[in-house]
């Protein structure tokens, strides 16, 4: 407990994507965001632009989802919702796999997808996060996964979206380390309070996503006062 909550913060990214959110929360939520320094807002499609406008001025990302939740578009269609987000300002894009392409193990198909979207990203200055959605995968296809993503030269690998099945969320994050090359950082997201937080950063997590930044800091700040005090 002896960092600073800034320190916690720089890993910390505002997830708001919830269906039923409108835009008086999306706008309160970033308002937190900037409140607390976190590193980075990740939104809908549909609110990118509020995003940025809500942004400025600010040293968080902003940045959205693309083929979410379950990566079923086609590549096309992927490529122009990660330009089009690109293009309004996003500088983050987390993209779900191809979930049903590398169930049919069509490998390729995969790879290229991830090496268009990376460099598509990346000529924007802009980063790519690879969702696995692990619990529809098997051990072998997480490997695959993995070297596509290592081939792509992606900038970080999730392990799930949140809205699929439930997983040992450290357990793969620790598969994932071990079959990921160190320039690929690791992120989780559905984090709700501080002790999950910490647990991720343990497990080699470089991004943290939550609906609850400021709960999370509030709670750090709380209790390094307390140990401070005792």
């Known amino acids: ?22 835009d008086e929360r999306v706008v309160a ?9 976190v590193a980075s807002v990740t939104v809908r499609p549909c609110d990118i632009d509020l995003a940025v406008r809500s942004l400025q001025g600010s040293a968080a990302r902003a940045g959205a989802v693309c083929g979410f939740p379950h990566g079923s578009q ?19 894009i987390a993209v779900v796999i191809g979930i049903s ?9 995969v790879q290229t997808e991830l090496s268009q ?16 959605e692990a619990g529809y995968l098997t051990d072998e296809l997480k490997v695959i996964a ?4 290592e081939r792509a ?4 690998v999730a392990p799930a979206t949140g809205f699929g099945p439930a997983i ?25 309070s501080l002790d999950e937080a910490l647990a991720l950063r343990e497990a080699g997590c470089s991004r943290i996503g939550t609906a609850t930044p400021g709960a999370i800091l509030d709670e750090w700040k709380a209790r390094q006062a307390a140990t401070q005090q005792s």
Do not use: W
């Not at 320190?7 to 959110?21: F, G, I, M, Q, R």
């Not at 993995?146 to 993503?149: D, E, G, I, P, S």
């Open 74 to 92: 086609n590549t096309t269609v992927k490529l122009y919702e990660a330009r089009d987000l690109l293009r309004r300002g996003a500088r983050d």
């Open 117 to 132: 979207l990376a460099e598509s990203c990346h000529a924007e200055r802009g980063r790519l996060t690879v969702i696995l």
């Open 168 to 192: 040992d969320v450290a357990a793969e994050l620790s598969f994932l380390r071990r079959r990921l090359p160190e320039e690929i950082g690791l992120q989780a997201g559905g984090i709700h």
């Open 29 to 37: 939520g970033i308002q937190e965001a900037r409140r607390y320094g």
């Open 1 to 22: 407990m002896t960092a600073a909550p800034e320190d916690l913060a720089a890993v910390l990214d505002l997830t708001l994507l919830d269906p039923d959110l409108d």
């Open 101 to 109: 392409r590398l169930l049919s193990r069509e490998f390729q198909h």
């Open 153 to 156: 030269e992606v900038d970080f």
């Open 146 to 149: 993995c070297a596509c993503c």
